[in-house]
């Protein structure tokens, strides 16, 4: 079954049995990354955990509506869960990193049984590129200008994972509308000021100091760049604050995405989990820093990297 189509059983819950087959490691993440925000109770398993996988599978215990994850299932002793998967009520992927034995009788079983979905590789620099883009920012309820998908493809080239890292953003940084124009994608795509400040953000949410400083090494740098970035992360640090404030006040995560500004799925899966490990309180550090690196940067003679480093080193600790 074409991904995008399988992605709506999923979504939908047409369908709780799926097995992902393909190349493309970015469609396979990624379908699980959606499959986890709508499932509850998750549980991940990969060959070493064959017995326990088992157990789970075979306990009344497990609600139905948990989502259970088979990874490498093709290094598993696939006739063992023969029986159980026909009866396991819960939603149900199975990953396959090769197809050694996909003709096998007891595969053939297997996948009469179950959605199958087609991670392939798209083709290098063909057109199912830009389809794949236009795909994706309509998974949000976003249009986009005609050519945004081309300008994307040509700044960022043909990786899926780094694709959806800037449709990502552009998304993030568009939350007020639902429509992204050319003028967007070339203000924050790739290698542009804004891009990278969005880049910083990220890196240092998941305390990637390494990664934080690597791009901050890309800017021109001069006082104004500074500050705009200093404005662009304290804007993002409060909000993800304040997702953890409403979190913490027993409001839904749908409320919280709506309240703040940010699409849905990416409050479910990418800034509140990130948020919750980070912690209100190292939150509120951050943005208080930000505060008075503002005015250090304001008045200070020498050279304003020193200051800026010091702030991504805290991250650190």
Known sequence: MKYQNALSLLRFKKSNKFILLGDEPYLK?????ISESIYSDIRKYYPEDQREAYDIMNSESFFDDGLIILYDFNKMKAEVFKDLIKLYNGC???VLSDLSNIKSRVMTDILSKMTIVECKKLREYGSDYLIWINSFISEFGYTSEKGVDQLIFSRVGPSMFSLSNEIEKLILIKS??????LKDAADYISFTSKGNA???FESLLRKNVKKALKTFNNYTRNKNTFVDIIGFLYVYFEKVYRMLLLKEEGME????ANIVGIPKFLVKTKYLPKAV???KNNISNKINFLCNLDIQMRLFKGDRRILFEHFLYSFSK
């Open 29 to 33: 993440e990624r379908f699980i990354e």
């Open 92 to 94: 149900l992927i199975l």
């Open 176 to 181: 007020e509308e639902k429509y992204i124009t």
């Open 198 to 200: 969005f880049e910083i």
């Open 253 to 256: 995560e749908d409320d919280i």
């Open 277 to 279: 490990l980070f912690g």
